[in-house]
């Protein structure tokens, strides 16, 4: 059983392991409620920026985290209608240099699996499986998660992990459902030798159209490609993964270039996502409760941020609690404080990208293809400083 002087964490994705990690880097010991049967990902591919890698060598699993990444060469911005290139930006020595560390996709089970596999090797981590947290209540000392199963779990502050339909937010914030943005992602993974020759490329590649766009990118050491291709439809219902038609996916696609179009023809066992987010909020926390990642700020995928937000989260809160843990509740606001501004500047710029480079059209096209292809090297590291430069943790 665990102790009442443990964090209670809500949820096992990313964001619940990487919490439970960073605690444990600073000699506290957590419980992970997590509501699933087992701990694992859905979903293929993620990409990991340098600031991802920041949080992985804070939270101690750098070298897990490194061996199942792809080492893209460049991130490619593709004109989706006349199928030319825009812009290229390499992600090698001087990308690394600048930012300290690489830019990679990695496969999400691939990823997880590590964060598990670090868990269960600290002796500071205690997983817990089929428990999902309905409500917590609290005094002044502790709090305690109330499951699904009627089991009640008490210790000295709980952190909402719990993802975009979170039972924490529910109840700290109650702000209902979140915001179904009218984009839908198709998923699939390619073996390599199904993909079209002449797009083998070892890159993070974004092919923008209107309303529209397509990115692909190679995992497990190049021998499958993650297909991730989503148009804005107006879809109403917030979806997770239900499986789609090959036809489905096509009918959406049908005025991209043909040289990227054929990528849906070679794609298999086609499930869709109808994304979701919410506004941007200034306080996550109650008393001894907080949130953290997609439960704190989901947003949108377009800057491919969210679950880098989420490790962010965690390596600010362990430094939190490090620095205030005699007292969790002042420790938690310093958390808040700390993380809000950069996640809503991520969440509304998510939305930003999408409008005016993933999905616009006609003069608004023209002005993304005139701008983006003019800008340099230095030009593109100024642009993406503030974010893959990732947070620093004040003294
Ligand atoms: C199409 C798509 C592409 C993306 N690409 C990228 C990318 O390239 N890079 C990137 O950084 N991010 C990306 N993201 C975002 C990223 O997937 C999420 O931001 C990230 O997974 C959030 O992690 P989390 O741990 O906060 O939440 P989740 O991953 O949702 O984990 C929540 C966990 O909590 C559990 N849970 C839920 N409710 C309860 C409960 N009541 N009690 C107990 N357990 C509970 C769930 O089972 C789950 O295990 C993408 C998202 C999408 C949709």
Not at 162 to 170: E, I, N, W
Not at 187 to 197: A, F, G, L, Y
Request: with cysteine.
């Amino acid at each position: 059983m665990p102790s009442q002087q443990q964090f209670l964490i809500a949820g096992g994705g990313l964001g619940g392991l990487a919490t439970a990690l960073g605690l444990a880097r600073k000699g506290y010991s957590s419980t992970v409620l997590e509501q699933s049967s087992r701990f694992g990902e859905i979903g293929a591919g993620i990409q990991m920026a340098p600031n991802a890698f920041k949080t992985f060598d804070h939270l101690g699993v750098g070298d897990r985290a490194r061996r199942g990444a792809v080492f893209v060469d460049e991130m490619v911005l593709m004109d989706a209608l006349s199928g030319e290139r825009i812009a290229a930006l390499s992600v090698g020595e001087r990308f690394r240099k600048r930012f300290g560390n690489p830019y990679a996709v990695v496969h999400r089970a691939d990823l997880h699996a590590s964060f598990v596999e670090a868990c269960r090797d600290s002796k500071r981590v205690d997983l817990q499986v089929d428990s999902q947290v309905v409500r917590y209540t609290q005094t002044e000392d502790v709090v305690t998660a109330h499951l699904r199963d009627g089991r009640q779990v008490t210790g000295i502050a709980l952190i909402g992990a719990d993802g975009l339909r979170s039972k924490v937010r529910q109840q700290l914030v109650d702000d209902g459902e979140p915001l179904v943005s009218g984009h839908t992602t198709f998923r699939s993974v390619i073996p390599t030798e199904k993909m079209p020759d002449d797009l083998r490329w070892n890159a993070a590649t974004l092919w923008a159209g209107p309303k529209c766009h397509l990115v692909h990118y190679p995992l497990k050491d190049g021998k499958v490609f993650n297909l991730v291709i989503t148009c804005h439809n107006d879809a109403k219902e917030a979806e997770n993964g239900k499986p789609v038609s090959r036809d489905e996916v096509r009918k959406h696609f049908m005025h991209v270039n043909a040289r990227v179009r054929q990528l849906i023809d070679h794609g298999e066992d086609w499930k869709y996502w109808v994304l979701c987010d919410r506004e941007p909020i200034q306080n996550w926390v109650e008393g001894r409760v907080a949130l953290l990642g997609d439960a704190a700020h989901p947003m949108l995928q377009y800057y491919a941020q969210g679950a880098c937000m989420a490790m962010e989260d965690a390596v600010f809160l362990s430094h939190a609690i490090e620095k205030h843990g005699d007292n969790i509740k002042q420790a938690l606001i310093y958390y808040n404080r700390g993380r809000a501004v950069r996640t809503a500047r991520v969440q509304m710029g998510s939305r930003l990208i999408g409008e005016y480079i993933y999905h616009p059209a006609g003069a608004k096209a023209d002005v993304r293809n005139a701008t983006m292809s003019a800008m340099s090297e230095e030009e593109y590291f100024a642009e993406f400083a503030w974010l893959y430069d990732g947070q620093d943790l004040p003294a």
